[in-house]
């Protein structure tokens, strides 16, 4: 009988990661690979036979028999960074041809302090679309959805021919008030799709995202006609290697949300920022199991640093989310990044003499040590003691030491210091910079560290988890065994998902009485009815029933007078009673002091919903993390060795364990090393961990 798997991969910077969860929902070793920017299907073939080798199979037996495959990958993000999208022609709102430009005065947003109150630093990005590829069409429909000026449809159609004869490889159109009435948007399609003379994708924001908050769903569509047919095209190269591998559906991405969805899927600017959302998942999941409400997500890769948050089990998504330094309008899970992985090269101010980390990075090159051609904190890593050369994925790279202390030696003589004492003194740069990330994430949100427990995770999570964490007082320090695959882990916990928003308009004033309450229930109803219609459609066109189909609401909620709306999760469907509405104020309420202190809400301002949601999902297999039997505190049976390392000012000898061969109850007392093929867990003098009854590894400091 074949073996069913769910197979999920993460694509970072770095590595690709493969995680394998059977249909009993045990899991095992996790695969790694460098990715391959120039073809990812490469690496994740390269990835999946990696993973399938310690199930001693063959990635034909494993594709074959997966129930499904997910892939998360950084083709969209890349697409966007280096400006390699197609060739882009805007229709928008006759008198908004410069909102691309103007950008609603947000010229700060992405920048740092430092560059918004010195203005001559401050630079504008580059819009994707030049100036001459912005059409504009007269018509206006008013904010209640009545047509004000008819659409002038030689305008159009003159328009359309112009963007043609440039050369356009597709067409957005974004008009004013289309999320009200979507009527012009859709005339002016169908007036492009017969002129055009070739097939072009053309998106209407009204079907992409159908919000107020113009701005931000301009860039949300530009972002689909730029970015989204070429990583379609790179999902499905993947998805073909994976058939003429023995795969027999369709290939899965993951959505900026935390949801799954085919890689045919229309709005595949949702897929933006896909990676990190796995690590937040597969944490929330985790604390949901051993019972941990308030966690701080730190996943510590190659390229970068990511930092989110769950807060009484609860996950904060973004709804206006800044990329690149554009608003968009696309829920995102709430995470945090900075330029700080383990692959982050280092450089000296020629006159400060500062040293600096980033932001670039090397990526799958590693380093010195490896194909890169400038030092990197994985060199300093090596020739401290913490990374074994030979033992790199498990031994699949060899890391070239002498190349690294060399290459760091001269760096340090320029400085005058001796070449431990520089490269030591580097992590300690990044811990200090990871670790004020944390800690800004925490307290610019009025919470305390002594409030939430920390998981590292990542390729390089375990490894730094001891410097990134010292001083700051966590109820408890955590990582795994699969940390190197962490994300990957996550995905394989998430469902086949759509999310649907429109916008809608209720206003529900401080101790409102019964019909106005019932007003409100007019207002979201029939958008929530329209939302449910929408998701049963999607998924009878994947093969589902409407039975197999579970359904969550939410509503994005604001106190009167504020600018930004929180979204709420609520158990009511339909308003159909006063109670209702009471309950969707609750639920409100909840989310609200999830992430804020309780004497910021203001119940008397009144509540202003102008918008609601719907989750529709379909349960797929999840991983089981199961509960073992303690063993003693003796972990003998994965002593592998001592080596020479060296910490803060000396060499100690750091006693080698294997993390596999750890048992549930085992204790490893530092100075130590617990090598994993994919990760490494650093345990410095008078530290030590615990490996508790689910496998999962505590750290406790000095």
């Known amino acids: 009988m ?46 999946i036979n990696d993973a399938a080798g310690y199930l001693k199979l063959e990635e034909k037996e494993i594709l074959s028999g997966a129930i499904t495959c997910i892939y998360t990958g950084t083709g969209m993000l890349n697409t966007i960074l280096t400006r390699t999208g197609l060739k882009t022609g805007l229709l928008i709102t ?45 018509e206006r429909i008013n904010i209640f959805g009545e047509v004000v000026i008819p659409i ?63 701005y931000s769903r301009l860039y949300s569509t530009l972002i689909q006609c730029y970015a989204a047919e070429p990583v379609r095209k790179q999902l499905l190269n993947i998805e073909e290697k994976a058939r003429k591998n023995g795969y027999e559906k369709r290939l899965l991405t993951v959505l900026s949300y935390g949801g799954l969805a085919d890689v045919r899927y229309p709005r595949m600017f949702e897929t933006l920022l896909s990676g990190p959302v796995g690590g937040i998942m597969g944490s929330k999941y985790i604390a949901d199991i051993v019972g941990l409400k308030n966690i701080v997500c730190c996943d510590l890769g190659g390229t970068s640093f990511d930092v989110g948050l769950v807060v009484e089990g609860y996950i904060p998504i973004k709804r206006e989310p800044i990329f690149h330094n554009f608003m968009l309008n696309l829920p995102m899970i709430d995470i945090d990044s900075i330029a700080s992985g383990t692959g982050t090269v280092l450089k000296i101010d020629p006159i400060s003499k500062r040293i600096i980390l980033g932001p670039e990075s090397a990526g799958a090159k ?10 990197t904190i994985s060199d300093c890593d090596l020739i401290l003691g913490y990374l074994n050369p030979d033992y790199f994925i498990g031994g699949k790279i ?7 202390e060399n290459a760091l030696s001269s760096i340090a003589e320029e400085l005058g210091v001796e070449v431990y004492d520089f490269a030591f003194g580097v992590l300690e740069l990044l811990h200090t910079q990871t670790r004020g990330a944390i800690l800004s994430r925490l307290t610019g949100r009025g919470f305390s560290p002594s409030e939430f427990a920390a998981i590292f995770y990542g390729g390089s999570g375990p490894m730094h988890l001891w410097g990134i964490s010292k001083n700051v007082p966590f109820t408890d320090v955590i990582t795994v065994p699969w940390a190197a695959a962490f ?76 600018l930004e709306d929180f979204e709420a999760q609520t158990s009511v469907s339909r308003i159909t009673k006063p109670e209702d509405v009471d309950k969707i104020i609750q639920d409100f309420e909840k989310a609200y002091g999830a992430l804020y202190p309780e004497a910021m809400k203001f119940p008397e301002a009144g509540y202003l919903i102008t918008e609601v949601a719907i989750a529709a999902y379909v349960d797929l297999p999840k991983p089981k993390i199961t509960k073992y039997e303690l063993e003693g505190e003796s972990p003998k049976d994965a002593y592998k060795d001592t080596r020479e390392v060296y910490f803060e000012d000396k060499w100690y000898e750091f006693n080698i364990f294997e993390m596999k061969e750890l048992k549930p109850g085992n204790v ?25 009854e689910y496998r999962l590894i505590h750290f406790m400091g000095r």
């Open 487 to 562: 994300s990957a882990f996550g995905i394989a916990t998430a469902d086949y998902l759509h999310r649907l928003h429109s916008s809608t308009y209720a206003e529900i004033p401080h101790n409102a009485d019964d019909e106005t309450k019932l007003k409100a229930g007019e207002m979201i109803n029939p958008v929530w009815e329209k939302l449910e219609q929408e998701a049963y459609n999607l998924f009878k066109m994947e093969g589902y029933t409407d039975e197999e189909v579970r359904l969550k609401h939410f509503v994005y909620c604001r106190y009167k007078g504020q």
């Open 152 to 214: 002038n449809k030689d305008e159009v159609a003159n328009s359309v021919r112009e963007l043609m004869d440039n050369g356009v490889e597709s067409i957005g159109i974004v008009f004013l008030n289309s999320h009200i009435n979507p009527t012009h948007e859709i005339e002016a399609k169908n007036i492009a799709m017969e002129i055009v003379e070739k097939e072009i994708p053309i998106y209407c924001s009204s079907e992409l995202m159908p919000v107020i908050r113009e």
């Open 366 to 375: 590693v380093g010195i040590c490896y194909e890169f051609d400038r030092p």
């Open 398 to 404: 060899k890391l070239n030491k002498k190349d690294s």
């Open 668 to 692: 490893v007392v530092g100075p130590s090393i617990i090598e994993h093929p994919a990760t490494t867990l650093v345990v410095p003098p008078d530290n030590r961990i615990r490996m508790d």
């Open 2 to 47: 074949t073996q069913r798997f769910v197979v999920s991969l993460d694509a970072g910077g770095t590595m690709t990661d493969t995680f394998i969860v059977d249909e009993e929902g045990k899991f095992g070793e996790v695969g790694k690979a460098l990715t391959n920017r120039e073809d990812e299907s490469a690496s994740f073939i390269e990835s």
């Open 94 to 138: 006759k008198g908004f041809e410069d909102y691309l430009i103007l950008s609603r005065g947000q010229r700060w947003l992405g920048k740092s302090y430092h560059q918004i109150i010195h203005f001559a630093e401050r630079w504008k990005t580059e819009p994707y679309v030049e100036k001459k590829l912005i059409k504009g069409i007269g």
